[in-house]
């Protein structure tokens, strides 16, 4: 029996998907860019068929975030959260639809406690996939410009992947 050819998605396909999830702006990469050299290992651990990895950001109310009412701007942070958990969910589901493997790791703060003292709480660094990506810099704040704010969230897919990425 012949094995069945792996799915593909060519990238503007891919970036319509995510754009139509609810991301404002999204970058493709492939795990072996040297950009991941230091997320490579973890990334398998968590996903071996990991080929390459989907980053996207989703716009923040600047007002909120500059306030200096803690209250304030956690509202903002939280509900952008549930946002890009949401957005992360809905790709990765129309991934799977298509028979295209695919995760996306928590947005919020590390939650691999177990390994404190042992390594890293966190799976992967969302703002170095969001530089190898091609969607901002590494700087002060997660603030992708000077005018607007971002949260950017990180999605892996696996064996299948993205064509011309």
Known sequence: ?????????????????????????????????AELTDERTQILRFFPPTKALISFVIRMNREPIHNPARSVANVEFEQTG?????????????????????????????????????????????????????LGQHGHSSQRNSSEVWQFHSAWNGAGGCQNI
């Not at 995510?18 to 970058?27: F, K, R």
């Not at 298509?98 to 177990?114: D, K, L, S, T, Y």
């Open 1 to 33: 029996m012949v094995p069945e050819p792996m799915p593909t998605l060519d990238v503007r396909e891919l970036r319509d998907i995510c754009l139509e999830a609810g991301a404002d702006d999204v970058g493709f990469v492939d795990l072996d860019r």
């Open 82 to 134: 549930e946002r890009v958990n949401e957005t992360a969910h809905h790709i990765v589901a129309i991934l799977e639809s298509r028979g295209i493997r695919a995760i996306n790791p928590a947005m919020g703060f590390p939650m691999e406690v177990g390994n404190f003292g042992a390594g890293r709480l966190w799976l992967v660094s969302h703002k170095t996939v969001a530089v190898a990506a091609g």
